[in-house]
């Protein structure tokens, strides 16, 4: 599951600190939180906390891996900041199903928050 929690200035600007939590399946802990102050930009999340399914007593993505013709695996969620949403949501999905290390090495100029499926790998702002 993701949070997200945002406040806005009183002017009601679009400056606003958002604070992200990633929430491991059946652990109910919150590993890492990541912040972000936003000025004009959008911050897309792509995650299974809410699209699943369930199947032989496995939770599934929603997300598809074209490569295998099966969900995703690996990937619990990824939110991506960009000043232009198309772009954001266009990088979001090939984040999730392609994972963290390709994520590292094939952002462009953009912010990823990435949380993977297991607990031993925590949620972190990739650089």
Same mark, same amino acid.
């Given at each position: 599951?993701?949070?997200?929690?945002?406040?806005?200035?009183?002017?009601?600007?679009?400056?606003?600190?958002?604070?992200?939590?990633?929430? @491991?399946?059946?652990? %109910?802990?919150?590993?890492?939180? %990541?912040?972000?102050?936003?000025?004009?930009?959008?911050?897309?999340?792509?995650?299974?906390?809410?699209?699943?399914?369930?199947?032989?007593?496995?939770?599934?993505?929603?997300?598809?891996?074209?490569?295998? %013709?099966?969900?995703?695996? %690996?990937?619990?969620?990824?939110?991506?900041?960009?000043?232009?949403?198309?772009?954001?949501?266009?990088?979001?999905?090939? @984040?999730?199903?392609?994972?963290?290390? /390709?994520?590292?090495?094939?952002?462009?100029?953009?912010?990823?928050? @990435? !949380?993977?499926?297991?607990?031993?790998?925590? !949620?972190? /702002?990739?650089?």
């Amino acid at each position: 599951m993701l949070r997200m929690e945002a406040s806005a200035d009183a002017m009601g600007s679009s400056f606003n600190l958002l604070k992200i939590d990633g929430l @491991y399946p059946d652990s %109910g802990h919150l590993p890492q939180s %990541g912040e972000a102050i936003l000025r004009d930009q959008s911050l897309p999340t792509s995650g299974t906390s809410e699209n699943f399914f369930t199947a032989e007593g496995k939770t599934w993505s929603h997300l598809m891996d074209p490569r295998r %013709g099966f969900p995703s695996q %690996g990937t619990l969620s990824v939110s991506v900041i960009s000043p232009r949403t198309l772009d954001s949501e266009a990088w979001a999905k090939p @984040y999730f199903i392609n994972g963290r290390q /390709w994520t590292a090495a094939h952002k462009p100029h953009q912010r990823v928050f @990435y !949380c993977d499926d297991k607990a031993e790998q925590r !949620c972190a /702002w990739l650089q």
